[in-house]
């Protein structure tokens, strides 16, 4: 049983990345993310970028070795296959458009866009870094504008 104090809703979802302009480029340029950039850069290991995304959801950027560091925790180069970050979109062609995007970016498609044996369409791809990202369309669920 959950406590008063633990509700469930996710806020921000960081990644730990090696190079914080080489993925705000990714992010920004390549996929279209809005954002005021790297901010915090007044405060040692302050530097981080914010994406605002859909349903109040932050997606951060934040360098490796400062998220280790406040975590107190030993930062890993294996970011691969532990977790898939899972963007939701409209229709098949949705799809194909956000993978050319990320492909031109130069993210590693490790799975291109095909339909899928639970009846949706999807690819799977990582960004710079090796977080790995799943674009499906399910038509089961309706997306928001």
């Given at each position: ?123 799977y791809f990582h ?19």
């Open positions: 049983m959950l406590s008063g104090m633990m509700k469930p809703r996710i806020k921000v979802l960081t990644l730990a990345v090696e190079d914080l302009n080489r993925s705000l480029a990714f992010y920004r340029d390549g996929l279209g993310l809005r954002t005021e950039g790297i901010i915090g850069q007044e405060f040692e290991e302050g530097a981080v970028v914010f994406f605002e995304l859909a349903n109040d959801l932050i997606l951060a950027l934040y360098p490796a070795a400062s998220l280790s560091k406040d975590a107190k925790i030993v930062a890993t180069k294996s970011r691969l296959g532990a977790v898939s970050i899972g963007h939701i979109v409209k229709s098949k062609h949705d799809v194909d458009a956000l993978v050319s995007d990320a492909r031109r970016a130069k993210a590693v498609v490790t799975d291109p866009p095909k339909d899928r044996f639970w009846g949706g369409y999807s690819a960004d710079p870094d090796g977080h790995l990202w799943e674009v499906a369309w399910n038509p089961a669920w309706t997306v928001a504008d």
